[in-house]
């Protein structure tokens, strides 16, 4: 596990999706190392994530969504985003399809985003609601995702994100978690002369610290390191 766990920290950026397409040519690439306290056995699962988005065009973002450990992948799911209807009272709105395969089986994943930035007391902030349809698990049945975030800058460097994930499952109960977690933005290093140029796609760099507790249905505690970024 050590060696995913720097695998992951060496290429590291973002894991909230939202309506906002990436803009063209541009990358965001974010991956965390997990640990689970699973309260039933007494044991910790750890385990790696990785997401990635890339602006094909302005409008359409690809991208790529991975769960899983040296010993098995949970998940593995490619993905196209697209900007729908026309912005109302600045919130955005974004439908996505994907596919790939969640414990082994092949899935079909639809979703549907909204969301907006807004200024509180001088300070930049974004809510959204991201939904997913994961179809096509004859094990674990069919399930609908939700994630609604809350997110705000508390300082230059520093963001805050709420997050609320939930879950109607088809074979087994129905799930609320509360994810918080502090993200804090690197400084970057100056260069000079021709090092500067050649790195000026170089982009920003963030370090996140997160925790995920149960509210209904879940039992078991989560902590995450993860690094992103975008260039």
Do not use: C
């Not at 065009?57 to 998940?75: H, P, Q």
């Not at 995702?145 to 520093?158: C, Q, V, Y």
């Not at 509210?215 to 078991?220: E, G, K």
Request: aromatic share 14%.
């Amino acid at each position: 596990m050590f060696r995913l766990v720097v695998l992951l920290l060496v290429f590291a950026t973002h894991a909230q999706a939202g309506p906002w397409p990436r803009g063209k040519g541009n990358v965001f690439f974010s991956a965390h190392a997990n640990a689970e306290y699973i309260e039933e056995f007494g044991t910790i699962r750890q385990y790696g994530s990785v997401y990635a988005e890339y602006g094909l065009t302005d409008r359409i973002t690809l991208g790529i969504d991975y769960n899983g450990s040296e010993i098995a992948t949970d998940k593995v799911i490619a993905f196209a985003r697209i900007p729908v209807f026309k912005p109302y009272r600045n919130f955005l709105f974004a439908a996505e399809i994907g596919a790939g395969q969640v414990n082994g089986e092949t899935v079909f994943r639809p979703g549907f985003s909204v969301g907006r930035g807004f200024t509180w007391r001088e300070r930049n902030g974004w809510i959204t609601l991201d939904t997913r349809a994961i179809l096509g698990a004859s094990t674990l049945g069919d399930r609908i995702e939700a994630d609604f975030t809350f997110g705000i800058s508390a300082t230059k460097r520093t963001k805050v994100i709420l997050q609320l994930q939930g879950g109607m499952q088809s074979k087994g109960d129905d799930y609320l978690k509360f994810a918080p977690s502090v993200v804090f933005e690197l400084k970057q290093r100056k260069q000079r002369g021709k090092r500067k140029k050649r790195n000026a796609r170089k982009g920003k760099q963030f370090i996140e610290f997160g925790v995920t507790t149960g509210i209904a249905n879940y039992d078991n505690h989560e902590a995450k390191l993860g690094i992103w970024r975008e260039f």
